[in-house]
C-alpha cells in the first residue's frame, strides 16, 4: 500500500475540515477525490504533503508514518504536488530554468543541464522555453512548467490539486494527456482532486466522493459510469454533471 | 417582429504598445426575445462582446460598429446620462462571481433597493416590498434575513441569487449573464440556472448568455454563437449541436473528458490558422 490514511482529521479554529476520513491508495492506482467546495477534497491532499496541520489520525506512506507538518527529504523527493492555479504557483521573477533548478539544488541532485533539458522535453516544450520567464507563458505551457517541476526529482507520487481547471477545455485535454502519458512511462501513483466527474472518471481508476469533510462513498470509477452507486449524494452530483434540464413548462 | 438587439459589424479594438488588438472583429447577430449563447475559450471576445453592448469596454478601448441599436435606441450615440438610465432599467448584467461584483461595504437589501431608487421614484417602504419579493423570488428562504445580510456573510450561491435578484428588480429587457455560474459548484449551479431559467421566461427578457461550456449553454439556451479569435466561426440552433461543421466546434465537443466514455488519450485541438482569418 503506498498511502494509507486512516481516521485522519484536520481542524482549522473550530472548524473541522475533515472528519477522520481513511483512504488507502495501491501503488502505481490513480485515484480520484471529488467534491463540492468545502468538502474537504483539497485539505485531504494538503495533510499529505504536509500542509495542513493533522489533529488526529494517521498517514502513512510507503510505510512511513507521517506526523505533524514535519517530512523527511525522501519524502519530500518521492511525493511531489502540482496546483490548480499555474499563474500562482510560478515564481513570477524566475526563469524556466532558475525554477527547475531549485529542487534539484534543495534535493542534492546533480547533472542539472541535462536533467531540465530532459524534464521540458517530457512535458512537450523544447528548450526554446528554458530562458523564459511565467508571463511569457501560456495558462497550458505554465501549467506545464509546473508537471515539470514535479517531474524532475523523480517522484513516485503526484498530488494533483485541480491541474486543469484554470484551463481552457482544448488545453485541459492537451494537459490530462501529458499526465496519463507521463504515469505510464514512469509508473507513477496520482491523487487527483478534482471537482469535475469527467475529469476524475477519465483519469482514475478509483475515486472518493467527499462531503462536508467526510467521504461519503469510495468506488470504482467504472461503477460510477455505469450508475453503481450507493449514495444519493453521488447520484446528485452525476446528474448535475449531465447539464441543465428544463423543468417542463406550467400549464 | 423587430429585433430587440442589433449588432452589426461590431469591433472593440485595444491599442497597445506593441500594436492595436483586435478582441471582436467585425461581429454580427440579431437578438429577439430569446436565450442566446456566446461560447468561446479564453481570448476569444466573447466577454468583450457583453462588455461592449453594456458600454462597459475600459479605456483605451475602442468600440466600432455599422450598427449597435437596443430596442430602437442607438447605443454608439449614447451618453453617459441615457447610459445611466438604461443600465440596471432596461437592461442589466450579471457577472462571474459575486465576491467581486456585489459592494462588500452595502447590505443586500439596499444593494437591490438603490438600483429600483435609481430608475423609478418609489417610496422606502416600496422598494423594501419589492426587494423582498424579488429575493423571494430567486428563491430564497429567509429574504428579510438576507436583505439585510452583507455579501461576505452570504455563500457564493447566495450572492450569486442576490445578483440576480439586483439586476432583474426592475424588469429589464435585456440580461447579459457572462459566465453567471462558473464560481458556484455544480449542484448549486443547475439550481442558479433553474431560477435564471424561470425568470427570462416568465418575463420575456432576451437573454444572452456567455460561458466557456459548449455543453451548459447547449442545454441552456436555444441558439448558439460559437466564437473564436474575435469572430462567429458558427451558428447553431441547440437541437443540432450534433450537426456541428466547423473543425473548431466539433473540437472544442471532443475534448472534454465525458462520465463513461473511454477515449486516451483525448482528442486533441488542432489550432487552425485559417480559423482565425
Same mark, same amino acid.
Given at each position: 500500500?503506498?498511502?494509507?490514511?486512516?481516521?485522519?482529521?484536520?481542524?482549522?479554529?473550530?472548524?473541522?475540515?475533515?472528519?477522520?476520513?481513511?483512504?488507502?491508495?495501491?501503488?502505481?492506482?490513480?485515484?480520484? &477525490?471529488?467534491?463540492?467546495?468545502?468538502?474537504?477534497?483539497?485539505?485531504?491532499?494538503?495533510?499529505?504533503?504536509? &500542509?495542513?496541520?493533522?489533529?488526529?489520525?494517521?498517514?502513512?506512506?510507503?510505510?512511513?508514518?507521517?506526523?505533524?507538518?514535519?517530512?523527511?527529504?525522501?519524502?519530500?523527493?518521492?511525493?511531489?504536488?502540482?496546483?490548480?492555479?499555474? !499563474?500562482?504557483?510560478?515564481?513570477?521573477?524566475?526563469?524556466?530554468?532558475?525554477?527547475?533548478?531549485?529542487?534539484?539544488?534543495?534535493?542534492?541532485?546533480?547533472?542539472?543541464?541535462?536533467?531540465?533539458?530532459?524534464?521540458?522535453?517530457?512535458?512537450?516544450?523544447?528548450? %526554446?522555453?528554458?530562458?523564459? !520567464?511565467?508571463?511569457? &507563458? %501560456?495558462?497550458?505551457?505554465?501549467?506545464?512548467?509546473?508537471?515539470?517541476?514535479?517531474?524532475?526529482?523523480?517522484?513516485?507520487?503526484?498530488?494533483?490539486?485541480?491541474?486543469?481547471?484554470?484551463?481552457?477545455?482544448?488545453?485541459?485535454?492537451?494537459?490530462?494527456? &501529458?499526465?496519463?502519458?507521463?504515469?505510464?512511462?514512469?509508473?507513477?501513483? !496520482?491523487?487527483?482532486?478534482?471537482?469535475?466527474?469527467?475529469?476524475?472518471?477519465?483519469?482514475?481508476?478509483?475515486?472518493?466522493?467527499?462531503?462536508?469533510?467526510?467521504?461519503?462513498?469510495?468506488?470504482?470509477?467504472?461503477?460510477?459510469?455505469?450508475?453503481?452507486?450507493? %449514495?444519493? !449524494?453521488?447520484?446528485?452530483?452525476?446528474?448535475?454533471?449531465?447539464?441543465?434540464?428544463?423543468?417542463?413548462?406550467?400549464? | 417582429?423587430?429585433?430587440?438587439?442589433?449588432?452589426?459589424?461590431?469591433?472593440?479594438?485595444?491599442?497597445?504598445?506593441?500594436?492595436?488588438?483586435?478582441?471582436?472583429?467585425?461581429?454580427?447577430?440579431?437578438?429577439?426575445?430569446?436565450?442566446?449563447?456566446?461560447?468561446?475559450?479564453?481570448?476569444?471576445?466573447?466577454?468583450?462582446?457583453?462588455?461592449?453592448?453594456?458600454?462597459?469596454?475600459?479605456?483605451?478601448?475602442?468600440?466600432?460598429?455599422?450598427?449597435?441599436?437596443?430596442?430602437?435606441?442607438?447605443?454608439?450615440?449614447?451618453?453617459?446620462?441615457?447610459?445611466?438610465?438604461?443600465?440596471?432599467?432596461?437592461?442589466?448584467?450579471?457577472?462571474?462571481?459575486?465576491?467581486?461584483?456585489?459592494?462588500?461595504?452595502?447590505?443586500? *437589501?439596499?444593494?437591490?433597493?438603490?438600483?429600483?431608487?435609481?430608475?423609478?421614484?418609489?417610496?422606502?417602504?416600496?422598494?423594501?416590498?419589492?426587494?423582498?419579493?424579488?429575493?423571494?423570488?430567486?428563491?430564497?428562504?429567509?429574504?428579510?434575513?438576507?436583505?439585510?445580510?452583507?455579501?461576505?456573510?452570504?455563500?457564493? *450561491?447566495?450572492?450569486?441569487?442576490?445578483?440576480?435578484?439586483?439586476?432583474?428588480?426592475?424588469?429589464?429587457?435585456?440580461?447579459?449573464?457572462?459566465?453567471?455560474?462558473?464560481?458556484?459548484?455544480?449542484?448549486?449551479?443547475?439550481?442558479?440556472?433553474?431560477?435564471?431559467?424561470?425568470?427570462?421566461?416568465?418575463?420575456?427578457? *432576451?437573454?444572452?448568455?456567455?460561458?466557456?461550456?459548449?455543453?451548459?449553454?447547449?442545454?441552456?439556451?436555444?441558439?448558439?454563437?460559437?466564437?473564436?479569435?474575435?469572430?462567429?466561426?458558427?451558428?447553431?440552433?441547440?437541437?443540432?449541436?450534433?450537426?456541428?461543421?466547423?473543425?473548431?466546434?466539433?473540437?472544442?465537443?471532443?475534448?472534454?473528458?465525458?462520465?463513461?466514455?473511454?477515449?486516451?488519450?483525448?482528442?486533441?485541438?488542432?489550432?487552425?490558422?485559417?480559423?482565425?482569418?
Amino acid at each position: 500500500m503506498t498511502i494509507r490514511i486512516e481516521n485522519l482529521s484536520v481542524t482549522f479554529d473550530d472548524f473541522q475540515a475533515l472528519k477522520s476520513v481513511s483512504v488507502t491508495v495501491g501503488k502505481g492506482e490513480s485515484f480520484g &477525490l471529488v467534491g463540492e467546495s468545502g468538502s474537504g477534497k483539497s485539505t485531504l491532499l494538503r495533510a499529505v504533503a504536509g &500542509l495542513a496541520t493533522v489533529s488526529a489520525g494517521t498517514i502513512e506512506v510507503n510505510g512511513e508514518a507521517l506526523s505533524g507538518s514535519r517530512r523527511s527529504r525522501a519524502f519530500r523527493r518521492a511525493v511531489q504536488m502540482v496546483f490548480q492555479d499555474p !499563474y500562482a504557483s510560478l515564481h513570477p521573477r524566475q526563469t524556466v530554468d532558475r525554477q527547475l533548478l531549485e529542487p534539484l539544488a534543495i534535493h542534492g541532485i546533480g547533472d542539472g543541464e541535462r536533467r531540465i533539458l530532459k524534464a521540458l522535453d517530457e512535458v512537450g516544450l523544447g528548450s %526554446s522555453f528554458r530562458f523564459r !520567464y511565467p508571463h511569457q &507563458l %501560456s495558462g497550458g505551457q505554465r501549467q506545464r512548467v509546473a508537471i515539470a517541476r514535479a517531474l524532475i526529482v523523480e517522484p513516485e507520487i503526484l498530488l494533483l490539486d485541480e491541474p486543469t481547471s484554470a484551463l481552457d477545455a482544448s488545453v485541459q485535454a492537451e494537459v490530462l494527456n &501529458l499526465l496519463e502519458e507521463v504515469r505510464g512511462r514512469h509508473g507513477l501513483t !496520482y491523487v487527483m482532486v478534482s471537482h469535475d466527474l469527467g475529469v476524475v472518471t477519465h483519469m482514475c481508476g478509483r475515486l472518493a466522493v467527499m462531503k462536508s469533510g467526510e467521504v461519503v462513498e469510495t468506488l470504482a470509477a467504472t461503477d460510477l459510469a455505469g450508475g453503481r452507486m450507493v %449514495s444519493d !449524494y453521488t447520484r446528485r452530483l452525476m446528474v448535475a454533471s449531465k447539464g441543465f434540464t428544463r423543468e417542463t413548462e406550467p400549464g | 417582429m423587430k429585433p430587440l438587439l442589433t449588432v452589426s459589424n461590431l469591433s472593440v479594438t485595444y491599442p497597445t504598445r506593441t500594436g492595436v488588438v483586435e478582441a471582436v472583429r467585425g461581429l454580427s447577430f440579431e437578438l429577439g426575445r430569446e436565450r442566446l449563447g456566446i461560447v468561446g475559450e479564453s481570448g476569444s471576445g466573447k466577454s468583450q462582446t457583453g462588455r461592449a453592448i453594456m458600454g462597459l469596454t475600459p479605456p483605451p478601448g475602442i468600440v466600432r460598429a455599422d450598427a449597435l441599436s437596443f430596442s430602437g435606441v442607438d447605443l454608439l450615440a449614447a451618453t453617459p446620462s441615457t447610459w445611466r438610465d438604461m443600465r440596471g432599467s432596461r437592461m442589466a448584467m450579471i457577472l462571474q462571481d459575486p465576491k467581486f461584483s456585489l459592494n462588500p461595504v452595502m447590505t443586500i *437589501g439596499r444593494q437591490i433597493t438603490e438600483t429600483l431608487r435609481q430608475h423609478e421614484t418609489i417610496s422606502k417602504g416600496e422598494a423594501r416590498r419589492r426587494a423582498l419579493e424579488m429575493l423571494k423570488a430567486v428563491q430564497i428562504e429567509d429574504p428579510e434575513r438576507v436583505f439585510a445580510l452583507y455579501p461576505h456573510e452570504v455563500s457564493g *450561491g447566495m450572492g450569486q441569487r442576490a445578483m440576480i435578484a439586483m439586476m432583474l428588480v426592475c424588469g429589464p429587457e435585456l440580461l447579459i449573464a457572462d459566465e453567471p455560474t462558473s464560481a458556484l459548484d455544480v449542484t448549486v449551479q443547475l439550481e442558479v440556472l433553474g431560477i435564471l431559467d424561470r425568470l427570462v421566461r416568465d418575463k420575456g427578457m *432576451g437573454l444572452i448568455f456567455i460561458s466557456h461550456d459548449l455543453r451548459l449553454v447547449s442545454s441552456f439556451c436555444d441558439r448558439v454563437l460559437v466564437m473564436y479569435a474575435g469572430r462567429i466561426v458558427e451558428e447553431l440552433a441547440t437541437a443540432d449541436l450534433a450537426g456541428a461543421k466547423h473543425p473548431y466546434t466539433r473540437g472544442l465537443l471532443d475534448c472534454t473528458p465525458k462520465i463513461g466514455e473511454s477515449r486516451h488519450p483525448l482528442p486533441v485541438l488542432e489550432r487552425q490558422k485559417e480559423w482565425a482569418a
